[in-house]
């Protein structure tokens, strides 16, 4: 499975992330209200976003989002943990967008890109979610993920331990859920 494609949307770009996205990624990134939900909060600072930027880029599948009207990075996502056993399974997460994106088209098109593209490879693709980042989990509801009855492990972050769950879209969910209607 190709996990840093290139995938084009009607407004959307998405290439593999590079070293040079540093600055405008950072720029996105230093906003301590994009990480004010999520369990690692402070991502906005400079120190720890390097290192979220660094894994990365050393654990292959981050992409790099494009709004294609400006031409300007507007955030990123990526595709890790690639098991081919049953059918296969990938993840989709690490996302974050600028705010000026929030609460529009852009995750869909972004999640829907990223799926269509998975799942020709995957029978399933799992999105680890902080189990109190109840904006994430909205919108992973809004785009058809369903809760599995999996356990998403705990992370330790700069707060402490956040614990997490997954959600899952199959084949079959995306194909008669949200991001294909209509």
């Known amino acids: 499975m190709d996990r840093q494609p290139t995938l084009e949307g009607e407004a959307l770009l998405l290439r593999p992330l590079r070293e040079d996205d540093w600055n405008a990624l950072y720029v996105l990134a230093s906003d301590p209200l994009v ?4 369990p690692a909060n402070d991502r906005w600072q400079e120190a720890v976003f390097r ?3 660094a894994d990365a880029l050393a654990q292959g599948g981050a992409l790099a989002v494009i709004d294609k009207a400006s031409g300007h990075i507007i955030g990123s996502s990526r595709m890790q943990a690639f098991d081919p056993a049953d059918g296969g399974a990938v993840e989709i997460g690490w996302t974050f967008l600028a705010r000026s994106h929030w609460g529009g088209e852009t995750n869909r098109e972004m999640k829907r890109l990223m799926l269509a593209h998975a799942l020709k490879s995957v029978a399933r693709v799992d999105f680890r979610v902080g189990e109190d980042n ?22 330790q972050t700069a707060s402490g331990p956040a ?7 199959t084949r079959e969910t995306f194909a008669g859920g949200p991001l294909l209607a209509g």
């Open 134 to 155: 109840l904006r994430s989990r909205r919108a992973m509801e809004k785009i058809g993920g369903r809760l599995a009855d999996r356990d998403g492990g705990v992370v």
């Open 35 to 38: 990480w004010e939900l999520h």
């Open 163 to 169: 614990r997490h769950v997954v959600y899952e879209i």
């Open 51 to 53: 290192a979220y930027f």
